[in-house]
């Protein structure tokens, strides 16, 4: 589910762009209501019709990135993956994948693959969804994290970590847990930034997007 859905790259995609439209500063002047019991019958009025007039709004404020990720979701046409790579962390081993690391690495070179490909960096986006999940850090060993969100269930009255029950399956699935990294950008300048990194970094040229590319 994981692979398939929740981190299915279109998914990933527009997670992103809602996050970016919707940032704190924004939040705040639209004065979202807070996870308070006040607010409550406010928070229950801010549906997705109420989220679809936002965005409509917010695409109608000129040229920024804001307003043009905003017309974008609304006529859904999602930000498009430019590196993708999968690992399969071992935790039990903690053995690691070489180009993963230097995938991972891409995100501190951003601003020199943005030169390179003439883009803004801003609209150039890394996405690390593993942070997402809900596992403890035993379970993720590439993450930085430091929550403790484990998932929990309650079995003939005791409560038991699922990922640490030898019987159950997510036991060993939480040993092997499949992570993937990407790279998105706006469409319009897909092959651009593809280019640009496979230019910089040849070795990874089998990860990124490739349609119509010229290497």
């Not at 990294?181 to 593809?194: D, G, M, N, P, S």
């Not at 997007?209 to 010229?214: E, Y």
Request: hydrophobic content about 40%; proline content about 4%; overall charge neutral.
């Amino acid at each position: 589910m994981y692979t398939q859905v929740y981190l299915h790259h279109t998914t990933r995609a527009f997670d992103i762009m809602l996050k970016r439209i919707f940032s704190k500063d924004i939040m705040k002047r639209i004065d979202y209501p807070k996870p308070e019991k006040d607010d409550i019958e406010r928070f229950v009025n801010y549906d997705d019709f109420w989220l679809r007039e936002q965005m409509v709004h917010i695409s109608e404020k000129g040229g920024s990135l804001e307003s043009t990720l905003a017309r974008d979701v609304l006529r859904r046409a999602p930000l498009k993956w430019v590196v993708q790579k999968m690992a399969f962390a071992d935790a039990q081993t903690l053995s690691t994948d070489p180009d993963y690391s230097i995938v991972v690495n891409l995100e501190n070179d951003l601003e020199d693959i943005a030169q390179r490909a003439k883009v803004d960096v801003e609209k150039i986006c890394f996405d690390t969804p593993w942070k997402d999940l809900p596992f403890e850090n035993r379970y993720r060993p590439y993450s930085s994290s430091h929550d403790t969100a484990t998932i929990k269930v309650e079995s003939k009255g005791a409560i038991s970590d699922i990922a640490m029950d030898p019987t159950s399956l997510c036991f060993y699935l939480a040993k092997h847990i499949a992570q993937i990294i990407r790279v998105y950008t706006l469409q319009k300048h897909r092959i651009e930034v593809a280019q640009a990194i496979c230019q910089k970094y040849a070795n990874l040229a089998q990860y990124v997007w490739k349609k119509n590319l010229q290497i």
